[in-house]
């Protein structure tokens, strides 16, 4: 290969990881994008999967509420006063509370820009390769190939923590 090849191959890879990266951020808004659907999704109790199910429901509770009726009839409680059983429909599901919707809110943006870092991490190393590999066919003496090789790993200086270990203070 030549030394116009390489340098061609390595601003080829430079130009590949910063399109790759720039499509990474892409995912990441499409990803948050689904999430927020989800979130906002409202699923009516008249919908075709539900209808049924629904139906039966409110007959269920309006035999109830019948009951409750009579109850409240036989101990003289007026009609306009007594309790009522009503069945309601939450279209939402937890999705209704502002809360919750924040808090999933608040993990999905962390875990897009958790995967986003990653991949843009993947996207570089596997540049890197590339223009190592390249730099390093190149290279015509053995002292010139062992200093590609100082470079530690992140996994070495970075070893996995032990959660006893730092309880303990080690």
Same mark, same amino acid.
């Given at each position: ?29 499409? +990803?948050? %994008? =689904? ?5 906002? @999704?409202?699923?009516? !109790?008249?919908? $075709?999967?539900?209808?049924? /199910? ?57 875990? +897009?820009? %958790? =995967? ?5 991490? @993947?996207?570089?190393? !596997?540049?890197? $390769?590339?223009?190592?590999? /390249? ?36």
């Amino acid at each position: 290969m030549t030394k116009g090849d390489r340098e061609e191959l390595k601003s080829l890879t430079r130009q590949r990881a910063r399109v790759a990266k720039g499509g990474a951020e892409a995912r990441a808004a499409a +990803v948050l %994008a =689904d999430v927020e659907d989800q979130l906002s @999704a409202v699923y009516k !109790a008249d919908h $075709e999967a539900f209808r049924d /199910l629904s139906a039966h429901a409110d007959q269920k509770v309006a035999a109830l509420d019948a009951e409750l009726a009579e109850r409240c009839r036989q101990m003289g409680i007026p009609d306009d006063f007594r309790p009522r059983l009503t069945c309601g429909w939450w279209g939402r599901g937890e999705n209704g509370a502002n809360a919750r919707r924040v808090e999933l809110r608040k993990v999905a943006e962390r875990r +897009v820009q %958790a =995967d986003s870092r990653a991949a843009k991490l @993947a996207i570089d190393q !596997a540049a890197l $390769e590339v223009l190592t590999e /390249l730099t390093a066919a190149a290279l015509t003496t053995d002292d010139a190939r062992a200093f590609l090789a100082k470079l530690p790993t992140v996994a070495e200086l970075m070893p996995t923590l032990n959660v006893r270990e730092l309880e303990s203070g080690r």
